[in-house]
C-alpha cells in the first residue's frame, strides 16, 4: 500500500515546454486533488477532482489542466511552461463519499511532492 | 472568496514551553478543519482535526479548539519538543465542496 504517487519527484523545464505531472493512490479513494505550494502563501488548489468523471477549478487553475483518468490517476498539465509556475506541486486524496466515519472521509492524504522549475 | 488567515507566520518557543496558532476563517459554511505538520522537504500530514459539532479535541500533547461563532479554532502543543520545529498548517472545509482553503503556514521553532 504505497497512498498516493508523485512522479516525477524534479523536473526542471524551459519556457514554453509542456509536461504533465502524474499521481495515483492505491487506497480507493473517490477525491483527489493538485496544490500548489509557495514560499508564504501556503498550499492554493489548482484542481480537484470530487469523483470519478468529475473535475472542477480551484484557486488558481490559470496555465493548468488536468484529467482523472480513472478511480486510481489524476493528472496535471502545463500547456506552455512559464517561469511563475516554479513551485512545488502536491497531489493528494480522500475518501470523500460513501459509507464509514465521517470524520475518516474527510482526511486528505499528501504524495511527497513534484518540485517544478521553469527557466 | 472564502479565505483562511493563520497566524502568526513565525513562532520560536523553549523547549518544555507551549505554543498556540491561530486560524481564522470566512465561510460560515465550514464544519471540518483539520491540521497539518510539514517538515522540511516533506509533505503535509495530518496532526489532529476537528468538526464543527465539537469545541475541543485534545491527542496528547496536541488539542485544537474551534469557536464558531467567532469563526476561529486555534493549535495548541504543549510540553514543546525540538522534534516539534516544522510548519503548521490550517485549513477549513465544507463539506459537499470538496476543497480545502488552507492558511498560509506558522513557521514553529522549538529551541533547546
Known amino acids: 500500500n504505497a497512498g498516493v504517487t508523485q512522479t516525477p519527484k524534479f523536473q526542471v523545464l524551459k519556457t514554453g515546454q509542456s509536461m504533465t505531472l502524474q499521481c495515483a493512490q492505491d487506497m480507493n479513494h473517490n477525491s483527489m486533488y493538485w496544490y500548489r505550494q509557495d514560499p508564504g502563501m501556503g498550499l492554493r488548489l489548482i484542481y480537484y477532482?470530487?469523483?470519478?468523471?468529475?473535475?472542477d477549478k480551484g484557486e488558481v487553475p490559470n496555465g493548468y489542466n488536468v484529467s482523472r483518468l480513472n478511480k486510481r490517476e489524476f493528472s496535471l498539465r502545463l500547456e506552455s511552461a512559464a517561469p511563475s509556475q516554479t513551485s512545488v506541486y502536491f497531489c493528494a486524496s480522500r475518501v470523500g463519499t460513501g459509507k464509514g466515519n465521517s470524520l475518516a472521509k474527510n482526511i486528505q492524504y499528501f504524495g511527497a511532492g513534484t518540485r517544478l522549475s521553469v527557466l | 472568496g472564502e479565505n483562511v488567515e493563520q497566524h502568526p507566520s513565525t513562532l520560536s518557543v523553549q523547549e518544555g514551553d507551549s505554543a498556540v496558532i491561530k486560524c481564522t476563517y470566512s465561510d460560515s459554511a465550514s464544519n471540518y478543519f483539520p491540521w497539518y505538520k510539514q517538515e522540511l522537504g516533506k509533505r503535509p500530514q495530518l496532526i489532529i482535526d476537528i468538526r464543527s459539532n465539537v469545541g475541543e479535541k485534545k491527542d496528547q500533547r496536541i488539542a485544537v479548539t474551534l469557536n464558531k461563532t467567532a469563526k476561529h479554532f486555534s493549535l495548541h502543543i504543549t510540553e514543546t519538543q525540538p522534534e516539534d520545529s516544522a510548519v503548521y498548517f490550517c485549513a477549513a472545509c465544507t463539506s459537499g465542496t470538496y476543497k480545502y482553503i488552507f492558511g498560509t503556514g506558522t513557521r514553529l521553532k522549538v529551541l533547546a
Open positions: 477532482s470530487a469523483s470519478e468523471g468529475t473535475t
